[in-house]
């Protein structure tokens, strides 16, 4: 393994589990000092230890980011923590519910827009002003093909905002060598959630609609196949590493060929 990150400091939301664990585990052992953010405390303390339990650095910030104020908390405690941000991962989000647009009553609209847009907007206003007084750094937000997706209008709304917004942050701070790129992933096989998104029962409706978004997923990627955390981490470290340096404003699907 390489020691692209060695001596910097990366921030990643989402780190408890999945495809945000595999983003701290990697860059903890490619040298980073790792942040890892989440709300789910006794998970994300799994992640520090088995940073540390390997010879690397983490420390954990526990946090709601689908506020400003969390947003700022962590960015702050970051600083407070290490001293600075050089990169900041922003993989907060993931479908609740799945089913035809119609299906979806307001209040779970709602909560969708506010798990997978607002935790990637936050995060991104809050750590910029560290980013400019330092004139640099890297900012990896992870989205979705889901905008080319059925039974999930509410998420890919969000995702879809995800992307727009890393495309004009990265022409308004490419002068300030602030670069910011997203990954969009396809069907990720991130196993069983240690902790759930929703503690609502399944109707058949939504049953039906995972059963939907499952069957599209699979026909319409090329490889055939789910992705794993590990592959996304890659793409992301890569985006986030300095050997990505001339490379800004993209948003690159890692979905095995599919696109939706």
Sequence with gaps: MTQRFKDKVVLVTG?????GKACALRFAKEGGKVMIADRAEQQARLVQQEITDA???AEVCI???ETSAGAKELMQTTVDT???IDVSVHNVGGTIWAKPFWEYPDDQIEKEINRSLWPTLWCCRAVIPYMRERQAGAIVNVGSVATR???RVPYSAAKGGVQA???CMALELAEQNIRVNCVNPGGVDQGVRA???TTDAMTTVDQAGMEGVVQQTMRDTPMGRYGTPDELAAAICFLAADESSYITGEIINVAGGGIG
């Design 55 to 57: 010879g690397g650095v």
């Design 149 to 151: 997706g059925i039974n």
């Design 63 to 65: 946090v709601d980011l």
């Design 195 to 197: 902790t759930p998104r």
């Design 82 to 84: 290490f001293g600075r």
């Design 15 to 19: 780190a408890a589990q999945g495809i």
């Design 165 to 167: 917004m890393t495309v």
